[in-house]
């Protein structure tokens, strides 16, 4: 039995034939429509309203007669759907990729753009070595005069701290053998300070250098010097993008090329026709 689509879809008011998948925008998954539950509906109607779905059934050997499955709308409706869904799933990967074909950017007199993300990890330690020979040599040149000026100010203070001190002078008679005290002279501790005091006081030292050279050699002999880095999670990355003609295909011919490519953007009518060619009948 054949069942006519655009009375199937005319009939059906419940399910949904909209055409979607999932491709990825800068490595996010994005859900595109390719094809409206109205654009699906508007197509069929206009461009394949011949096309009819045939129901499922068998040969009965007793009757010799065809038996249909579906005997009502409701059942056909259902199958319909059912020949949709089962088509979308096994076709959509394919009609993403010729989605993220068709709206690609590119250029179309160049047949050769390729773009290259490399990333490099670095674990572990570098070392660099380096080994002087010879000898090295420093010269500083002096010319002129250099000249140092102090100008101290305040005042300074000198402190002489002096002690008590005691003199005794002590005869004695021609008939003693004991010294008596003639006289005593006594000094007391005391504390003498020089104070002086700087008022307008300068120091001045100049230099005069003529063709004075100061000169430094060193001599290298099995001198190493060794820098070394560790790396810890260090990672370097670049971007690099190459495009142009590579010459195998001219410009012109390239061009001729993309005329074709640009009926096949009307994706809705390509998706259409080919869920009608691989599902229905005149």
Do not use: C
């Amino acid at each position: 039995m054949k069942w006519n689509s655009t009375y199937l879809l005319v009939n059906d008011t419940t399910n949904d034939y909209t055409v979607s998948g999932t491709h990825k925008v800068d490595e996010q998954p994005v859900t595109v429509t390719l094809v409206t539950d109205q654009q699906f509906r508007d197509i069929m109607i206009a461009k394949y309203n011949i096309f009819n779905m045939l129901s499922p059934g068998y040969p009965d050997p007793e009757t010799h007669q065809y038996v249909s499955l579906i005997t009502n709308k409701t059942e056909a409706i259902a199958y319909f759907k059912k020949l949709f869904d089962r088509w979308v799933a096994d076709k959509i990967a394919g009609y993403i990729k010729l989605y993220e074909a068709l709206r690609a950017t590119y250029n179309p007199v160049n047949n050769y753009d390729k773009t290259i993300h490399s990333t490099m990890e670095y674990s572990g330690t570098e070392t660099t070595t380096e080994t002087p020979t010879g000898k090295e040599t420093v010269e500083l040149t002096k010319t002129g005069n250099e000249k140092s000026t102090e100008t101290p100010t305040g005042k300074e203070s000198v402190e002489h701290s002096i002690g008590q001190s005691t003199v005794t002078n002590s005869k004695t008679t021609y008939d003693s053998a004991t010294f008596q005290d003639t006289d005593k002279q006594v000094d007391n501790a005391r504390t003498n300070t020089d104070t002086t005091k700087f008022e307008d006081r300068q120091t001045e030292t100049e230099l005069s250098f003529t063709n004075r050279k100061d000169t430094e050699e060193r001599s290298f002999t099995n001198r190493k010097t060794e820098t070394e880095k560790a790396f810890d999670d260090r990672v370097d990355t670049y971007n690099y993008r190459e495009w142009g003609n590579i010459g195998v295909t001219t410009s012109q011919q390239m061009i001729t090329s993309q005329f074709p490519l640009t009926e096949l953007d009307k994706l809705q009518h390509y998706i259409v026709n080919d869920f009608v060619h691989n599902n229905l009948v005149i």
